[in-house]
Nanobody, 127 residues
Framework: QVQLVESGGGLVQAGGSLRLSCAAS????????MGWFRQAPGKEREFVAA????????YYANSVKGRFTISRDNAKNMVYLRMVSMKPEDTAVYYC????????????????????WGQGTQVTVSS
């Protein structure tokens, strides 16, 4: 069982930056690939970024590539999403998710592949 708690959301102006954090409980955190997803009002939840259990590999949605950086600290059971050059279209509730993958270093972009989810944190980018 893994519990995830996001923090760091808020209101930022276009062009600004934020760093989201996700604290994970439980053991063997490195056995989980981690992902960030977001959901804007009236839209489906969409993939943002993923990182392998070791932290060596990352993958990004085209819409955030070059602006967002996912990272993790396995010693602290933490995952981060650094967001810069933010745009109004980045406004959404951001969710942290964990995908149990102890053998294969997968990075899924499909929400259904993830086993555990946080409660989400609101990010609002004003124009």
């Amino acid at each position: 069982q893994v519990q995830l708690v996001e923090s760091g959301g808020g209101l930022v102006q276009a062009g600004g930056s934020l760093r989201l954090s996700c604290a994970a409980s439980g053991r063997a955190f490195s056995n989980y690939a981690m992902g960030w997803f977001r959901q804007a009002p009236g839209k489906e939840r969409e993939f943002v970024a993923a990182i392998s259990g070791s932290g060596v590999s990352t993958y990004y949605a085209n819409s955030v590539k070059g602006r967002f950086t996912i990272s993790r600290d396995n010693a602290k059971n933490m995952v981060y999403l650094r967001m810069v050059s933010m745009k109004p279209e980045d406004t959404a509730v951001y969710y942290c998710a964990a995908d149990y993958s102890p053998v294969v270093a997968t990075m899924n972009v499909i929400a259904a592949a993830y086993d555990y989810w946080g409660q989400g944190t609101q990010v609002t980018v004003s124009s």
